[in-house]
C-alpha cells in the first residue's frame, strides 16, 4: 500500500487556491470586520489572518457557515454574527464559477443562503480562486436552497423556467441534504444562462426559495481575485 501522491494538477491546483486566499488577506486591515465565506480556498485566507491575529491585528470575522466557523474558531479567530455586526467592511469567500463580468454560481458547499446575507452587508467583496472556476459564460448547475415543503412546488416553477431540477442528495447521509438552516438543496441544470442577474431575481422570487448560487448582484462591489502556481492577480475590480 503506497502513500496518496497529489498529482501535478492537484498540486497546481491547492497552490493557486493559497496565492489567492494570501492575496485577499492583504487587503484586510486592522480593526475591520470581515466576512468569512465556506470553502477550501477561504481556508488559505483564514490561515494567514490567523497569522496576523498572533502577530497584534485586530479583527472580527462573520462566518457564513458551520464549516467556516469551525477552522475560524480551530484558527483562533475572533467570531461575531450579523446580529452583531450589519455593516461588514470585506468579505472573502469562494466561487464555483465566475464569467468576465464577476458574476458568478455559488453553492457548491450549500452555504449560499448566509453566503449572500454576508455579501449584501459588506462594503468589499472579495472572490478568491483558481483559474479552473473561470468560465466564459456560466453553466453549472445552479444551487437552491429550499425550505423542505415548498420542494416540489420550486421543482415545478423552475421546470416551467426550462431548468432541470435535481434535489441534492446526502454522502453519508440517505436523502436529502440538509443545510446549516435545515433545508433542502435543488441543483438546476440550465441550458444557456444569457441574463445571470435576471435569473438570480426570478429564482430568488420562487415561493420557499431562500437564495440560489447566481450571486450577479454584488459585481458593482466585488474584487475577483485569480491564483496560479507562482502568485495572484486581480482579474476585476
Ligand atoms: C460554498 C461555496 C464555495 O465558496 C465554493 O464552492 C468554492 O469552494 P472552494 O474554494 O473549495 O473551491 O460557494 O457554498
Wanted: aromatic fraction near 6%; glycine fraction near 8%.
Amino acid at each position: 500500500m503506497g502513500m496518496t501522491v497529489p498529482s501535478a494538477t492537484e498540486s497546481d491546483q491547492i497552490l493557486s487556491k493559497k496565492h489567492a486566499g494570501y492575496y485577499a488577506v492583504e487587503l484586510v486591515k486592522d480593526g475591520m470586520v470581515v466576512g468569512l465565506g465556506t470553502g477550501s480556498t477561504v481556508f488559505y485566507a483564514m490561515e494567514i489572518l490567523a497569522e496576523k491575529i498572533k502577530n497584534g491585528m485586530k479583527i472580527v470575522g462573520i462566518p457564513t457557515s458551520y464549516q467556516a466557523e469551525c477552522r475560524a474558531r480551530a484558527y483562533g479567530i475572533p467570531l461575531a454574527t450579523l446580529h452583531d455586526y450589519t455593516e461588514l467592511d470585506i468579505a472573502i469567500d469562494g466561487a464555483d464559477q465566475i464569467d468576465p463580468k464577476g458574476n458568478l454560481i455559488k453553492g457548491r458547499g450549500a452555504a449560499q443562503t448566509q453566503e449572500r446575507c454576508v455579501a449584501s452587508a459588506c462594503r468589499l467583496f472579495v472572490v478568491v480562486a483558481d483559474a479552473s472556476k473561470m468560465t466564459s459564460q456560466l453553466s453549472a448547475p445552479v444551487p437552491i436552497e429550499v425550505i423542505a415543503s415548498a420542494a416540489t412546488l420550486a421543482a415545478k416553477r423552475l421546470r416551467e423556467m426550462n431548468g432541470n431540477p435535481q434535489v441534492r442528495e446526502g454522502v453519508k447521509k440517505d436523502g436529502p441534504v440538509i443545510t446549516d438552516n435545515g433545508n433542502w438543496i435543488i441543483d438546476c441544470t440550465f441550458a444557456k444562462i444569457t441574463d445571470p442577474l435576471a435569473l438570480e431575481i426570478q429564482i430568488n422570487n420562487i415561493p420557499g426559495v431562500l437564495s440560489c448560487g447566481i450571486f450577479a448582484e454584488f459585481t458593482g462591489k466585488s474584487k475577483i481575485i485569480i491564483g496560479n502556481r507562482e502568485s495572484a492577480e486581480i482579474m476585476l475590480h
